[in-house]
């Protein structure tokens, strides 16, 4: 696993005194400290509403074998993520699970940006996340691993918990985007395309819920929880 290095935090007179356990850690790490005024700081930052407090790290140097490996329970590959909130949110939901990480393929947003990074909530910092790869590429890696390649989509053939009973030890979970899904590619490498059902009157899931359903249905199921 690799650790980010952090670089420099900048923080407000205000920061500081609230935030000292930090600002005291940060220097005694070696870390810069940087003062900054209240409107340098609202200059610096995306948010309306900053808490006075930034840091500049290094980008982390991850690979696809580090998220697609042999014995890994379960892996996250998002197809043309396109919402930096949602990928956030199924990068901190996949680190909750237990997931080995999370990949985009090409044409997703930058798991990088300000937005994803918030959304994280710091799982960005310590899980492994791959983007800019291509399917072609990903469909191999998990071939070669023996990792089961696990389509969610709402036409699938299988209900994801019934699947689930009996399906293989490590899955490899793919999913597309809300208005396109995924793509024909990607189904057609599946071994399994699986869906949620619907109790309610609701057409589908949001893909951070979706995520969340299939991540730890397989938590549950590992742990013998899901039969019945």
């Known amino acids: 696993m690799h650790a980010p290095r952090l670089r420099t935090v900048y923080a407000t007179t205000d920061a500081c005194e609230r935030f000292a356990e930090i600002i005291v850690g940060a220097r005694a790490n070696g870390v810069e400290v940087v003062p900054v005024t209240d409107d340098v700081f609202e200059a610096m930052t995306e948010t309306r509403t900053p808490q006075g407090i930034i840091a ?131 189904r057609a490498a599946a071994t399994a395309r699986v869906r949620i059902p619907i109790a309610g009157r609701a057409e589908s899931l949001n893909v951070g819920a979706a995520v969340a359903v299939c991540l730890f249905a397989d938590v549950a199921r590992r742990h013998g929880r899901l039969k019945s």
Request: proline share 3%; with cysteine.
């Open 56 to 186: 500049v790290c290094d980008f982390l140097d991850h690979s696809i074998d580090d998220v697609i490996r042999l014995g890994a329970n379960s892996a996250v590959v998002l197809e043309s993520a396109a919402d930096p909130g949602n990928v956030g949110t199924i990068i901190r939901t996949a680190d909750a699970a237990g997931a080995s990480g999370v990949v985009l393929t090409k044409g997703s947003t930058d798991p990088f940006g300000g937005k994803v990074v918030r959304a994280t909530a710091g799982s960005i910092f310590h899980l492994p996340v791959v983007d800019d790869v291509e399917v072609q590429s990903l469909v191999a890696r998990v071939s070669a691993t023996g990792m089961t390649l696990a389509v969610a989509t709402g036409d699938g053939e299988c209900d994801v918990f019934e699947w689930l009973d009996e399906a293989p030890a490590s899955i490899c979970w793919v999913f597309g985007t809300e208005a396109h899904g995924v793509s024909d590619e990607m």
